[in-house]
């Protein structure tokens, strides 16, 4: 067998590709939708909520980990992580919860993964490491408040764990959710740009869902008075990175995607922002004319 130091070419781990099955089984992409990868008895299902009473459905009442996702009035993408031995029965229970008052937040779509031989243990240890894992990207709001953090799998079931969250990885991305996928980083060729300005100071690169913000980057120290008016998205993007602890006494704790350049320069620099201008190479080019 090949070492996993063999599987390794000019010092970066080598990628393999995955195939995966899609099948809109509504034929409608916005409605039930099954996902599922080549040689893995796992098996994704998405489903809108005002499906999941009326599902009858077998595969979504067997054990697995789910996912509802959900955005608050101001925009903040939320996402609540749990488990069940029958998923479908959970799902209905939250849709109670939020009809007499027990749960706040509205989730429109939940994303289910089961597999064959889950039992109750795996999917508190999957539970676990999953919350845990999108805690850390910060791309959503983490709703799960407690998980069961002392589950004992042997080592051989740790691993069969560890790889199941790496496919639910894969397939949760691609269904468009990136709840567990980090902020980019830099590589040995990456070209940076920097943003300056109102005392604050930036340095990020192109990346592929817009412009990544590398760690210790500061955002200036004020906003300009037009911007909580004309600015209005960006000023509450700011302000939301602040309370989620992405930014702290003005500091980037770790890298963060930007959907595009301006809005990167918009909250690093407080006010409204041009990214194609104020984002510029080490030597001055600005990133329109890259």
């Known amino acids: 067998p090949r070492r996993s130091s063999d599987l390794r070419e000019n010092g970066r781990n080598m990628a393999y590709g995955k195939a995966f099955e899609l099948f809109l089984v509504d034929g409608d992409a916005n409605g039930l939708i099954t996902a599922e990868l080549s040689n893995w008895n796992g098996k994704a299902i998405k489903i809108p909520r005002t499906d999941v009473k009326d599902c009858n459905r077998q595969?979504?009442?067997?054990?697995?980990?789910?996912?509802?996702?959900?955005?608050?009035?101001?925009?903040?993408?939320?996402?609540?992580?749990?488990?069940?031995?029958?998923?479908?029965?959970?799902?209905?229970?939250h849709l109670n919860d939020y009809n007499i008052g027990k749960e706040q937040y509205y989730w429109k779509t939940a994303v289910i993964f089961t597999g064959r031989d889950l039992n109750k243990a795996h999917i508190r240890y999957l539970e676990n490491k999953l919350v845990k894992i999108a805690r850390e990207c910060k791309n959503y709001?983490?709703?799960?408040?407690?998980?069961?953090?002392?589950?004992?799998?042997?080592?051989?079931?740790?691993?069969?764990?560890?790889?199941?969250?790496?496919?639910?990885?894969?397939?949760?991305?691609?269904?468009?959710y990136k709840v567990l996928i980090p902020a980019p980083q830099a590589t040995d060729t990456t070209q940076y740009l920097f943003c300056k300005g109102n005392n604050g100071e930036a340095k990020g690169f192109l990346?592929?869902?817009?412009?990544?913000?590398?760690?210790?980057?500061?955002?200036?120290?004020?906003?300009?008075?037009?911007?909580?008016?004309?600015?209005?998205?960006?000023f509450q993007l700011r302000n939301r990175l602040i309370e989620d602890g992405i930014i702290v006494d003005g500091v980037f704790q770790t890298?963060?995607?930007?959907?595009?350049?301006?809005?990167?320069?918009a909250v690093i620099l407080g006010?409204?922002?041009?990214g194609n201008l104020d984002w510029k190479s080490v030597n001055g080019t600005q990133l329109k004319d890259l």
């Open 59 to 93: 595969d979504i009442t067997e054990t697995g980990v789910y996912f509802l996702f959900c955005q608050e009035d101001d925009g903040t993408d939320g996402v609540y992580i749990g488990e069940a031995e029958n998923v479908q029965r959970r799902l209905i229970q």
């Open 207 to 234: 990346s592929t869902e817009g412009l990544t913000v590398l760690k210790n980057s500061r955002i200036s120290d004020h906003t300009a008075p037009s911007f909580e008016t004309r600015g209005k998205c960006y």
């Open 271 to 274: 006010h409204m922002s041009n």
């Open 255 to 265: 890298n963060h995607e930007f959907t595009s350049p301006s809005a990167a320069s």
């Open 141 to 176: 709001k983490v709703l799960t408040k407690s998980t069961y953090g002392d589950t004992v799998l042997k080592e051989s079931q740790i691993a069969s764990m560890e790889e199941f969250i790496d496919n639910i990885r894969v397939l949760i991305n691609t269904l468009g």
